[in-house]
């Protein structure tokens, strides 16, 4: 049986304001610190070491994984960054709040914008957006030739990603439906334990902590576009 754990990183200071960040390179709150601190003593007591970490080259990734590796006393692992698994570039909403987008744009717009496989926000200034079927297509090559490689070689291999690279990495690793992708939403700094068969087929996985906590971090993550949100 081979293993990879993925987790989101720890809450950003645009995650508490409940407003997008894609490529915008902001910084852990004091809370995601937290939570980034929390997550490795949960893998520490589950018996869950690394030889590879792989970030995004984003801060609030790279600190993530920083402050787990120091938090489990390893902070000797190998650190692996790459573009691949930044956050989607979220366009003209980077910057914005959720709740405010949905007042502007309507609601179902915005889940679209948000889950959807094949739909992006507009370009921002910069001429960019993303939607998860360009994160998938960039992430791929980067499962294939690192992740992927490296769990083959029998590595414990961590994954400290974003809402939206984690999302396009379980979509190639789960093979996921479109109608599947638009009701995944991945909490912070919450570790999920994917297990795969000897020929890294997808077997099985589950959240590591408290799963009544869990279900209702998801839940918030699917609702912070919605116009009933108190941020
Ligand atoms: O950078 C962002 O905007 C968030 O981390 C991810 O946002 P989402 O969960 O709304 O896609």
Not at 93 to 111: F, P, R
Not at 125 to 141: A, M
Not at 189 to 203: E, G, S
Request: proline residues 2%; glycine residues 4%.
């Amino acid at each position: 049986m081979k293993k990879l754990v993925l987790i989101r990183h720890g809450e950003s200071i645009l995650n508490k304001t409940n407003s997008f960040g894609g490529w915008l390179d902001v910084d852990l709150s004091t809370k995601g610190v937290q939570e980034a601190q929390h997550a490795a003593l949960l893998l520490q007591q589950n018996h869950h070491n690394f030889d590879v970490v792989h970030t995004s080259i984003l801060k609030r990734s790279i600190k993530s994984a920083n402050v787990m590796l120091e938090t489990m006393n390893s902070l000797w692992v190998t650190q692996q960054s790459s573009w691949r698994l930044n956050e989607r570039h979220y366009g003209i909403l980077q910057g914005m709040n959720k709740k405010e987008a949905s007042i502007k744009y309507g609601e179902e717009q915005i889940k679209q914008w948000r889950r959807s496989f094949s739909q992006k926000p507009p370009q921002s200034l910069d001429g960019n957006s993303e939607s998860l079927e360009d994160v998938t297509i960039r992430v791929r090559p980067y499962w294939e030739d690192s992740i992927a490689k490296d769990i083959n070689q029998n590595k414990q291999v961590l994954v400290v990603g974003h809402s939206n690279s984690l999302r396009a990495l379980l979509c190639i690793i789960k093979k996921l439906s479109e109608q599947q992708l638009l009701e995944l939403n991945i909490p912070t700094a919450t570790p999920l334990v994917i297990q795969f068969n000897d020929r890294l087929q997808y077997q099985d996985e589950f959240y590591l902590g408290n799963q009544e906590q869990i279900k209702q971090k998801i839940k918030q993550v699917a609702n912070q576009g919605s116009l009933k949100s108190n941020k």
